[in-house]
């Protein structure tokens, strides 16, 4: 297993982490019964064995029992592993509810100490609203001085310019942040501004939905001028190319996702230069396609409200990325679970493409998306 300096934490973090949202469970009638212990607890003795050391959790994974199956699993390992979770900030109503969350999860844990503790999915106005008004910063020093957690980290979830709003209004309060859980990989490179901005600050930086999602997680080829790959090793490989990112966390169901994943976690980074070519050749790739939607999100908003960047993505994973399955549904979820504006609603007011840098007719191609979408 290769290992990276974790930001500033003094830490050495495994090149792969184990994300534990999606431990096995038991179902009976289409209803959770309880946790597969017996499939769970062997795939985290086996990353462990494989010299996965970073393991992450929170308090509502997997019916509320992540973390409870984590402990169990590691406990006779404590000393060698590095075990991360979150604090539920809509749990957190007075500065002292901060370490009431911190309690619960170490009784789960079966442990005295949490290594990277978490404020759970902040973006700007959780720091603002949430953080910084209840003086959780503060909390989380004084938890931090009773040995109670041994790092401050936050996962983020929010428009990425904000990402150093959170880190320099923490530095400027006097308790920094040192980790930070951020979404990244081929298909979402939105955050490489914040994540070099992190670690030029000496956060280490976690990058969650390294495989998409599981889109990038099929076992097909991509090919590049450099190398032809499984998909989910060269996302993988991709994501820890970034000189920013210490750590993929892959959220593994199985024991075969495991062992796939521990493999491509022992092998070398991509170079700078194998990190640009695949970066190019994943541009190139959408370039090819007839709808070449940069996301950039100046159509938005739309007066019908239609999140016409959304759609087209879906469109793009069918027709460009060959990621069928996961274009379809994630078009047909929108659209006919959730219900929510398409093409139906357009007004036909073009504000959109007025204002579309790449001057797509964009009319015109939710019409001709949603015949292809919708016939599948």
């Not at 592993?81 to 009431?100: I, N, Q």
Request: with cysteine; proline share 4%; glycine share 10%.
């Amino acid at each position: 297993m290769q290992y990276r300096d974790f930001g500033q934490t003094g830490e050495k973090i495994s090149a792969l982490g184990f994300g534990c949202m999606h431990l096995p469970e038991i179902h009976k009638d289409g209803r959770f019964v309880e946790m597969d212990f017996e499939k769970g607890v062997p795939m985290l003795h086996k990353a462990f064995d494989e010299g996965v050391n970073y393991y992450d959790s929170a308090p509502y994974y997997c019916q509320s029992q992540s973390e409870i199956v984590m402990g169990r699993a590691l406990k006779d390992r404590r000393s060698k592993v590095l075990l991360s979770t979150k604090c539920p900030l809509g749990d957190v109503k007075t500065p002292a509810g901060y370490r009431e969350q911190i309690e619960k999860s170490l009784r789960k844990m079966e442990t005295d100490y949490i290594d990277f503790y978490h404020f759970w999915g902040i973006g700007k106005g959780g720091f603002d609203d949430q953080i910084m008004k209840h003086d959780l910063l503060g909390e989380a020093a004084k938890a931090k001085e009773a040995g109670l957690i041994r790092h401050i980290s936050f996962s983020f979830h929010d428009d990425p310019k904000n990402i150093k709003y959170i880190i320099d209004g923490a530095i400027k309060y006097g308790v920094p942040m040192e980790t930070m859980l951020v979404q990244y990989n081929l298909l979402d490179r939105a955050s490489e501004e914040g994540i070099a901005y992190a670690a030029s600050k000496g956060v280490g930086v976690v990058a969650m939905g390294p495989v998409g999602g599981g889109r990038l997680a099929a076992p097909t080829q991509f090919g590049t001028g450099i190398s032809s790959a499984a998909t989910y090793e060269l996302a993988i490989k991709f994501v820890l190319g970034n000189p920013g990112i210490c750590c993929a966390l892959s959220g593994m169901r199985t024991m075969e996702q495991v062992e796939m994943n521990v493999e491509v976690g022992k092998k070398p980074a991509l170079t700078e230069q194998e990190w640009k070519d695949v970066a190019k050749a994943v541009e190139d790739l959408r370039k090819f396609s007839d709808l070449y939607c940069t996301g950039c999100n100046y159509c938005q908003p739309c007066p019908a409200d239609i999140k016409i960047p959304h759609l087209f993505h879906q469109y793009t994973l069918y027709n460009v990325y060959g990621l069928r399955d996961a274009g379809k549904n994630g078009y047909r979820h929108y659209k006919v679970v959730e219900k929510k504006p398409a093409v139906e609603q357009c007004t036909d007011c073009g504000l959109c493409e007025e204002k579309c840098p790449q001057k797509l007719e964009i009319r015109a191609l939710l019409k001709k998306v949603d015949e292809v979408m919708m016939s599948l």
